[in-house]
């Protein structure tokens, strides 16, 4: 139990384009969800919680036009780095707590490389 | 400032040995304390936890030890495997469903 699943793994984009991630809680389901970014051998830093049916809270520095953050529904979150540059490339992780006996639970992570 | 802070930045560990890997933290707000493990081009995957009411969790091979006073909590892994060679990261957060706050990570090669 307590699956995120996240998509896509991987994705490379020309700059410019707009990606889009998605944060999805297969069984049970998440009133917030963490977005945090992860450049190579470096540890997780938190970008945004994202609230289910309200605005996101992002962390200091993180521009809230370039990524920006739909929590529509109680299991999908979304991500999407608009307008991306090659330095946005980097490794992208969601997480979700699913309950107190079980912590949070981390998505397999998004490597987006823009070209 | 960093409020949790992991030592060491790496780890070689003979197979079959311990690995021990440290973290401090600051807020005394925080009461839930996590391990992570990652392998390259995966997300963290939950290792064990302890709150403060415990002073040691063990599961498998791996125990937590927690010491509330020191605010310092450490990862063992007994009879370390190079299936174990992996980052490992401290985590720490707040009652509330508030976000992990990470440290450094520790990268761990376990050789035979």
């Known amino acids: 139990g307590a699956v995120v699943s996240q998509h896509p793994s991987w994705v490379i984009c020309k700059s410019g384009t707009s990606v889009k991630i998605e944060c999805r809680s297969l069984?049970?389901?998440?009133?917030?969800m963490f977005w945090y970014r992860q450049f190579p051998k470096k540890s997780l830093m938190l970008m945004a919680t994202?609230?289910?049916?309200?605005?996101?809270?992002?962390e200091q520095g993180v521009e809230k036009d370039k990524f920006l953050i739909n929590h529509a529904s109680l299991t999908l979150s979304t991500l999407t780095v608009t307008s991306a540059h090659p330095e946005d490339s980097s490794f992208y992780i969601c997480?979700?707590?699913?309950?107190?006996?079980?912590?949070?639970?981390f998505g397999s992570g998004t490597r987006l490389t823009v070209v | 400032q960093q409020q949790v802070k992991q030592s060491p930045q790496s780890l070689i560990v003979q197979k079959g040995g311990i690995s021990i890997i440290n973290c401090a933290y600051e807020?005394?707000?925080?009461?839930?304390f996590p391990w992570y493990q990652q392998f390259p081009g995966k997300g963290p995957a939950l290792l064990i936890a302890?709150?403060?009411?415990?002073s040691e969790k063990k599961e498998g091979r791996f125990t937590i030890s927690f010491n509330k006073s020191a605010k310092q909590f450490s990862l063992h892994i007994m009879d370390s495997q190079p299936g174990d060679s992996a980052t490992y990261f401290c985590?720490?957060?707040?009652?509330?469903?508030?976000?992990?706050?990470f440290g450094k990570g520790t990268r761990l090669s376990v050789i035979a």
């Open positions: 997480s979700a707590e699913a309950g107190q006996g079980v912590g949070y639970t």
């Open positions: 069984d049970f389901q998440a009133t917030t």
């Open positions: 994202s609230n289910e049916g309200s605005k996101a809270t992002y």
């Open positions: 807020n005394t707000a925080f009461d839930y």
């Open positions: 302890i709150r403060p009411d415990v």
């Open positions: 985590a720490a957060s707040s009652s509330g469903n508030t976000p992990l706050v």
